[in-house]
C-alpha cells in the first residue's frame, strides 16, 4: 500500500467518494449503531420533556411513572452500549 491508497479520516480535505456499484455501503453511509443511538436519544429527549410537561400539569403518578420508566430504559441502553462499544 502507498501512502497515497492510505486515506487519514480525520484528515481535511475533499471526501471519499461512494462505491459506483450504489451498495449503500460507502463511506457516507448510515450505520444501524448511528440509526438506534439517535432514535434512543431522541426516545431520552422526549420521555424527559413529557415527564416534565406531565408534572407541571398535575397528572396522574403512573403516567409519570411509565414516562420515567422509558427515560431510563432507554438512557440505561445507551450507557451499556457506549460501554460494549469500549472493548
Known sequence: MTHQDHQDPYRLGTPRTAPADGDGDGPGAV?????????????????AVANMA?????????????????????????VVRALRGRR
Open 31 to 47: 450505520s444501524r449503531g448511528d440509526l438506534l443511538r439517535t432514535l434512543l436519544w431522541t426516545v431520552v429527549v422526549l420521555s
Open 54 to 78: 406531565l408534572s407541571f400539569t398535575g397528572a396522574a403518578t403512573p403516567l409519570h411513572l411509565a414516562s420515567g420508566l422509558v427515560t431510563v430504559l432507554a438512557a440505561g441502553t445507551l
